[in-house]
């Protein structure tokens, strides 16, 4: 069936480090969204990004579709990073029909 | 604030209660999703409503029953539920069908976390 897989599964940083995220998915998608899921359990939107690169401040994201992966860029990570990094994919149907992957648990560290 | 309400934000029941969740979108969106999050399995989508009309049902128990009585408005009502269903249920909403920024986003409610006991 259709596959998201992010990794790292797990990842400490110390504040002030960067990091990337991974996401590979198993066939061609009609968007690719991130996510991140914070301690309380809230959900936010950080990129809509089927292809190409966008940035938003420290963040930054990048889809190579015809290679299936999405990077997700953390430049000078601060505490408040911390949570789940989720990416999820729509094959088909409505386009919020998402097929998620398991996350990313990242814990920044002060 | 997302511009999504989920309420009740906690909820404890029995296997023979009947219960509902209530969203609320005021964000002007024409699709509305419930999102099921369980300890163990990532993510799942569960229900998909497109103007009030159910486009996808994501072979969801009947355990389980949505209701969108309009676009800004979702409910989920439970009925005879187990121990597994025990869950963080989301939902979310969106633009979805025309262009521009912002379209096909998804918006997500902070989340009613349920035990079933």
């Known amino acids: 069936g259709i596959q998201v897989e992010q990794s790292p599964p797990d990842l400490i940083l110390q504040e002030g480090a960067n990091s990337t995220l991974r996401c590979n998915f198993s066939?061609?998608?009609?968007?690719l969204q991130w996510f991140h899921q914070n301690p309380w359990g809230q959900l936010i939107n950080l990129f809509y990004i089927p292809s190409g690169t966008k940035q938003n401040g420290r963040l930054s994201a990048t889809t190579v579709a015809t290679e299936r992966y999405s990077l997700l860029y953390i430049s000078s990570s601060q505490t408040t990073d911390s949570g789940v990094y989720f990416c999820?994919?729509?094959?088909?149907?409505?386009?919020?029909?998402?097929?998620f992957g398991k996350g990313t648990k990242l814990s920044v560290k002060p | 604030e997302t511009g999504v309400t989920q309420t009740p934000r906690h909820l404890v029941m029995g296997m023979t209660n009947k219960k509902s969740l209530k969203c609320e979108q005021h964000?002007?969106?024409?699709?509305m999703y419930w999102y099921k999050q369980s300890a163990k399995k990532p993510l799942e989508l569960m229900f998909v409503y497109n103007f009030k009309e159910q486009t996808e049902n994501n072979s969801v128990p009947s355990r389980f029953s949505p209701e969108c009585p309009n676009s800004s408005h979702l409910f989920l009502h439970l009925h005879t539920l187990q121990p597994e269903d025990s869950a963080l249920y989301l939902c979310a909403s969106s633009r979805e069908g025309a262009g521009g920024s912002g379209a096909n986003v998804l918006t997500f409610g902070a989340g009613s976390r349920l035990t079933v006991l």
């Open positions: 999820a994919a729509n094959y088909g149907g409505s386009q919020g029909n998402l097929i």
């Open positions: 964000l002007g969106h024409n699709a």
């Open positions: 066939d061609s998608v009609n968007n």
